[in-house]
């Protein structure tokens, strides 16, 4: 008797899409703790390179009924738009 260890293609997407995360972290940490600034734009082009695929992988599991998220109610939207761009006016 054969047993298949293939993963399914969601189980593959879920992999990836994990992944990218933690790749995007780890650029993350390069980039604020990189004190050469050509690495530190070499590491800031990767993350933005990774935050790209990350939501490529993300959109296409959420089109395949694979990642489920509700849509924020528009009023949340603008509360949270206010609140980080008053966090960040204060610094």
Do not use: H
């Not at 089109?63 to 509360?79: I, L, R």
């Amino acid at each position: 008797m054969q047993s298949s260890n293939s993963l399914s293609e969601q189980d593959v997407m879920n992999d990836l899409l994990t992944m990218e995360k933690q790749i995007a972290s780890a650029y993350n940490t390069g980039v604020t703790e990189a004190s050469c600034q050509d690495l530190r734009q070499t590491l800031t082009d990767s993350l933005v390179g990774t935050q790209q695929m990350q939501y490529s992988v993300y959109d296409t599991m959420r089109k395949q009924g694979w990642y489920q998220t509700k849509d924020a109610q528009e009023q949340d939207v603008t509360n949270a738009k206010n609140k980080y761009n008053s966090m960040k006016n204060q610094l």
